[in-house]
């Protein structure tokens, strides 16, 4: 029953995430493009190998066409490692809500990772497709302390795990160093002053706003963790002095992080 229910979970996710992407978002933004005449269709970049070797090109219309090279190799691993880690985190949500057990504050800070891990992935793909790798270690940079995050979350959603102080202000900080880094151009001038196109204003409000409900959620549990709990004044006070320590040792970390992606990241991501 339990395997029923996230693998039903984890597909209807998964399916539904692209098809509100291209089905719904893009249908109602974009123009209607040109239809394409399938008795005609040809592409003459296409290797074929997957379709055996009788032909080259394509002499009919395909729904879909991939040459075998290693960017194409490095998509399907980067698929199917989203893929298992989508269903390993929903089944694991699955299991804690079945005990009745699951955080709600947890579960709402992981809801509002799901635009950013699903443009992770999405945008990897199109670098590899493309051979553009202009912002690649930029994304990464993002996509790693995103994960980070995520894992973060994933480990306090059970109650039956005690919300560690340490781990929100892990959560807070990773928040704080993404609206920090992209304040500037991917939200001040791209949605702010509408400097970027609608998909790059609707993006970037999506980021901003999902940092800023992880800030603020995580902030209020650690004031609720540290003020709020039945804990003896000694435990409390102890468990001041090492909150105020991992706060000093968070903010240089971060702003030894902010200088170095200024330093190397100088560009502007309007594109």
């Not at 992407?21 to 190998?49: H, I, M, N, Y």
């Not at 809801?111 to 270690?137: A, K």
């Not at 102080?165 to 928040?175: D, H, Q, Y």
Request: hydrophobic fraction near 50%; glycine fraction near 2%.
């Amino acid at each position: 029953m339990f395997t029923c229910i996230s693998f039903l979970l984890s597909v209807f996710f998964l399916v539904l995430l692209p098809y509100a992407q291209f089905g719904v978002l893009f249908e109602l933004v974009w123009p209607k493009k040109p239809v394409v005449d399938r008795l005609s269709c040809t592409c003459d970049c296409w290797d074929a190998s997957f379709d055996n070797s009788y032909q080259t090109g394509v002499g009919s219309y395909r729904h879909m066409y991939f040459n075998v090279t290693p960017q194409t190799l490095k998509m399907w691993t980067l698929t199917v490692v989203a893929v298992l880690l989508t269903y390993e985190c929903v089944a694991y949500v699955v299991r804690v809500a079945l005990r009745r057990k699951i955080r709600s504050s947890m579960l709402i800070l992981l809801l509002t990772t799901v635009h950013s891990h699903y443009y992770s992935w999405w945008v990897f793909v199109e670098f590899y497709n493309d051979d553009l790798y202009l912002h690649w270690w930029k994304q990464l940079v993002f996509t790693l302390t995103e994960m980070v995050s995520t894992v973060v979350i994933v480990s306090q959603l059970d109650k039956a795990v005690p919300l560690f102080p340490r781990a929100l202000v892990a959560i807070a900080s990773i928040a704080i160093f993404h609206i920090v880094a992209t304040g500037k151009d991917q939200f001040v001038e791209s949605v702010l002053r509408s400097k970027g196109k609608f998909h790059q204003q609707y993006r970037d409000a999506a980021f901003m706003t999902s940092d800023v409900v992880l800030l603020n959620i995580s902030s209020m549990e650690m004031m609720r963790t540290l003020f709020c709990r039945g804990d003896s004044t000694v435990n409390r006070r102890r468990n001041y002095r090492t909150f105020k320590r991992d706060v000093f040792l968070s903010a240089i970390v971060i702003a030894v992080l902010l200088v170095v992606f200024f330093i190397v990241f100088d560009e502007s991501d309007l594109k």
